[in-house]
């Protein structure tokens, strides 16, 4: 999909740019900051993130296969130790406890790469160096009939530079 | 309309000695700085060469060691009956413990919005994964036949060899391996976003191409920020009860067994307080020089020294109070096992360890009471020394006197290091401090991106009155 990109030196320049572009209606906007700034939350109003569910799903998967491997090894091949029960609950405690950390935390890892499309190893469009170091970026899909309007918008809100990617 | 950040009132008088979460870098002006100060250190020096020629001679003395140790077997590594544990262990509990500073650094300082963690906590967390990979290696050294190491995690296998799970040093491996995992993995993650700044600066085309890949194409977009934010924090929450858990694991290894001096509900907290301090000492202990070095006082502040130095002056009051509850416990244990062996500790065979341990843990930290030593980094420093050596002690005195003096007199011995013990000691710093030194050289000691939150973003529009965060 083609669209336009604009580099700002300013935040508040770039903030005004995206709110006049979602009021005129310019629906797949994505911003490049160096840094988060919640200011553009507020105007994109993203819904929440998605990692959370894998962080919880990864962490039940973790405490039950901690425990259950543990059981699962002691019922195999019994060894009575200490006294304590063939399969002791409370020393397993700590494989659950440790398997919930290490594959929660893996999972958790694994749902941001999945929901932020990452790794990317292949060059995009709509993206310049500039935007991890002191600039904010604006890209807006659009079709070319509409390109022309959004670049306007974008210099009128103070852009340093705005060209047409596709 | 949206908020938008404004910069600082200007003329606001700051309190010099409060570090909080409102920090302020007034030498730091724009995003670029941060960007170029910082990849301005990744250039090699001469120093930095000759560091690392003296670690790496020292990791090939330990190497060395090892190899005629593996050669003439366990017994030239000064074990004698009834010590059976030594240097290898005291040095395995040291090293883990070190790595919990930079976990309480980069986690949990992160969930309680403690500002001055930005300048310190990337290099603690390097710390934590080096000194863990460090602290992997003793339980191997300490092995008689060390290739077989694997033997301590379960899958099945055909010579239907099982771990016990019961067993502490079962769950040391876990919890190890865990605490290894998530450490590399947070402190990954947290370098994404930078690796794509040096990506976007660099310009020699074979180190482009390594941080292109190794910044997985991040493009610093709202929502990549979105989704990283929300697993940082989750990281983090996962890493806080890691850090307190992992060190308990490994008190357990004591605390489990029917010992004097071990046998001990105490011992978790006691070891996770003291995990934490001796962090904290290795963390002045490389920060201090590492600022100077790289001309970065004004990144790393005084602010930031003096409140890592409070946190490390309360930590040294809990390590404190443990030992005197030890002390307490051991009288009022009843038996007469505790009791000399209380004594044997303090006051006999071991008394120079304990006391070593006393003044560098309890006595000399005392002087963090006063702000201008707090405020002092070459003290900073000395003092770091002196708790890294008395952290050191101290895991010897938990581990040495209680196997030189059991219960029956025919059980009490003594305990001399060899030049094997000495050698695999100074190779383990040599290890620990080679990862370091390449590290520092690679990539960013300090988090730029986390640099940048906490300076205000360029506005088109002044806003005298400060604006919304």
Not at chain 2, 93 to 98: A, K, Q, S
Not at chain 2, 303 to 311: E, S
Request: hydrophobic letters at 50%; charged letters at 15%; proline letters at 6%.
């Amino acid at each position: 999909m083609p669209g336009v990109i604009a580099a700002f030196h300013e935040l508040d320049a770039a903030v005004h740019a995206v709110e006049a572009l979602k009021k005129e209606r310019f629906g797949d906007l994505t911003v490049y900051t160096p840094t988060p700034h919640h200011e553009f939350d507020e105007v994109l109003a993203r819904p929440e993130s998605h990692v959370r569910r894998w962080t919880l799903i990864g962490g039940i998967f973790g405490c039950t296969f901690g425990y259950w491997i543990w059981v699962w090894v002691s019922r195999y091949w019994p060894l009575v130790v200490g006294g304590k029960a063939i399969v002791a609950w409370v020393p397993y405690t700590i494989f659950g406890f440790e398997v919930m950390v290490l594959i929660g935390s893996l999972a958790t890892v694994f749902g941001m790469f999945a929901n932020s499309r990452i790794p990317r190893l292949t060059a995009t469009v709509g993206y310049d160096p500039r935007f991890s170091g002191g600039h904010f970026g604006v890209w807006v899909e659009t079709t070319p009939d509409r390109a022309d309007a959004a670049a306007e918008l974008l210099r009128a809100h103070g852009a340093e530079e705005v060209r047409s990617e596709r | 309309m949206a908020t938008t950040a404004a910069p600082f009132p200007s003329g606001e008088e700051l309190r010099p000695n409060v570090a909080s979460a409102d920090v302020h870098f007034p030498a730091i002006k724009t995003y670029e700085q941060v960007d170029e100060e910082i990849i301005n250190t990744l250039r090699p020096s001469l120093a930095w060469f000759g560091l690392l020629t003296l670690a790496i001679l020292a990791l090939l003395i330990g190497a060395g060691s090892w190899i005629y140790q593996i050669y003439a077997g366990l017994g030239v590594a000064g074990y004698a009956p009834p010590v059976m544990w030594g240097v290898y262990i005291v040095s395995f509990v040291f090293w883990v413990g070190i790595g919990h500073a930079g976990t309480l650094i980069s986690a949990i300082l992160y969930l309680f919005r403690a500002g001055f963690r930005t300048s310190i906590y990337r290099v603690s967390e390097a710390m934590t994964v080096f000194a863990v990979m460090t602290a992997g290696l003793f339980p191997i050294l300490h092995l008689g036949r060390p290739w077989k190491f694997f033997y301590l995690i379960p899958y099945p296998n055909w010579r239907l060899i099982w771990p016990n799970p019961k067993s502490p040093l079962v769950w040391d491996v876990f919890a190890i391996l865990t605490y290894l995992t998530v450490s590399a993995t947070f402190l990954y993650i947290g370098l994404i976003p930078d690796f794509a700044i040096m990506r976007d600066r660099e310009k020699n085309p074979i180190r482009k191409r390594l941080f292109a890949t190794l910044s997985l194409g991040w493009r610093n977009s709202d929502k990549e920020w979105r989704h990283f934010a929300r697993a940082y924090l989750f990281l983090a929450a996962f890493a806080t009860p890691l850090v307190l858990s992992v060190h308990s694991v490994v008190s357990f290894d004591f605390a489990m067994a029917n010992m004097p001096g071990w046998h001990e509900t105490i011992f978790p907290p006691y070891f996770v307080a003291g995990a934490i301090y001796s962090g904290l000492g290795m963390v002045f202990t490389i920060v201090i020089p590492m600022r100077k070095y790289f001309k970065l006082e004004h990144y790393i502040t005084l602010n930031d020294l003096d409140a890592a130095a409070k946190m490390c002056l309360f930590v040294s009051m809990v390590v404190g109070l443990a030992y005197l509850t030890e002390f307490q416990m051991g009288y009022l244990a009843g038996t007469s096992f505790e009791q000399e062996y209380w004594w044997n500790r303090t006051f006999g065979q071991w008394w120079w360890a304990e006391w070593i341990i006393l003044i560098c843990n309890c006595v000399l930290p005392m002087s963090l009471f006063s702000q201008k030593l707090r405020r002092n980094p070459a003290w900073l420093f000395i003092l770091s020394i002196f708790i890294n050596i008395g952290m050191w002690f101290e895991r010897f005195t938990i581990i040495v006197p209680t196997l030189s003096h059991e219960f029956e007199p025919w059980q009490w011995g003594g305990y001399r290091p060899t030049w094997v013990d000495m050698g695999i000691l100074i190779g383990s710093f040599g290890w620990f401090f080679m990862w370091f030194l390449l590290f520092i050289k690679q990539m960013p000691t300090m988090a730029m991106t986390e640099f940048k939150e906490l300076i205000p973003a360029r506005m088109a529009k002044s806003h005298a009155g400060g604006g919304a965060h």
